[in-house]
């Protein structure tokens, strides 16, 4: 049997291994899929563990992310514009890190909820490592303006100086959460307020009706910050679909098969 798995600290409440479990199953791969936690101070002892046992790829989450773009030997483009890590495959060359969270969010919004980032205005809340991994992939669909609007608005000028020439002449822009202007038709948050219910300092101007709002948490009941977009006439979507899709891509990395994402994610969902 082939064997993967998530490196995380704290771990149990991953749903990896059911996604991949049902992606195996779906595609008629052989493989198992773990959870394996990892000592805070012992992440690449880990990693080269497993790898000893025999295991061809993992995905990492939290805290490990910036220590994976350190162990690995080669990144992907992705990976080195994201900053981060959340795949790792372990090929005769060597460890390769790669980062999936952006393909999958992307994903998600086109294919999942039917809403195209070409020629839209996209808000990206946030700046930190959740945002950076997103930025990316969001350029390759060639919205009409990203504005990145961070508290520490020099963190969110650094995203823009790193992407500015993909973008093209003035697509990318930062500014602080009191200098947003106008309305969008995504706005994503990937700041981390809804872990503790919170609500980024975003004005309800933001959104109107029909525009998507997403954020990258999910759980049983909607966050604050979509909750507060619903109010004002905002479609909503949660993270669980980029879990998902984030997942689908590491899988067909590590595999060479695409697996669908559709059933899978209805099935946890309704598991929420």
Request: with cysteine.
């Amino acid at each position: 049997m082939d064997r993967y798995c998530v490196f995380g600290n704290p771990i149990a409440h991953s749903k990896s291994p059911e996604i991949h479990a049902a992606f195996a199953a779906q595609t008629g791969q052989e493989l198992t899929y773990e959870k394996r936690l990892a000592p805070v101070d012992g992440f690449a002892a880990a990693v080269q563990a497993f790898i000893a046992e025999g295991g061809l790829g993992a995905n990492v989450t939290v805290p490990f992310k910036l220590e994976a773009v350190k162990l690995a030997q080669a990144l992907t483009i992705r990976a080195r514009a994201a900053g981060a890590v959340n795949t790792l495959h372990f090929t005769e060359d060597g460890i390769v890190g790669d980062n999936t969270d952006g393909a999958g969010l992307v994903a998600d919004i086109v294919n999942n909820a039917g809403v195209p980032i070409t020629g839209k205005r996209v808000l990206l809340l946030g700046a930190g490592g959740a945002a950076r991994g997103v930025v990316l992939p969001i350029l390759e669909h060639r919205p009409a303006q990203l504005v990145i609007a961070n508290r520490t608005v020099a963190t969110a000028e650094a995203l823009v100086e790193q992407f500015a020439a993909l973008g093209g002449e003035g697509v990318v822009s930062a500014c602080g959460y009191g200098e947003i202007e106008g309305a969008f038709d995504i706005v994503i948050n990937a700041t981390s307020a809804s872990l503790s219910a919170e609500l980024p300092p975003v004005s309800a101007s933001v959104f109107v009706p029909g525009s998507l709002a997403f954020d990258m948490m999910y759980g049983a009941s909607p966050t604050v910050f979509l909750q507060f977009a619903g109010q004002h006439g905002a479609r909503l979507r949660d993270g669980l679909g980029m879990l998902v899709e984030q997942a689908a891509e590491a899988f067909s990395l590590w595999r060479g098969v695409q697996p669908a994402t559709a059933d899978v994610l209805q099935s946890l969902r309704a598991k929420l």
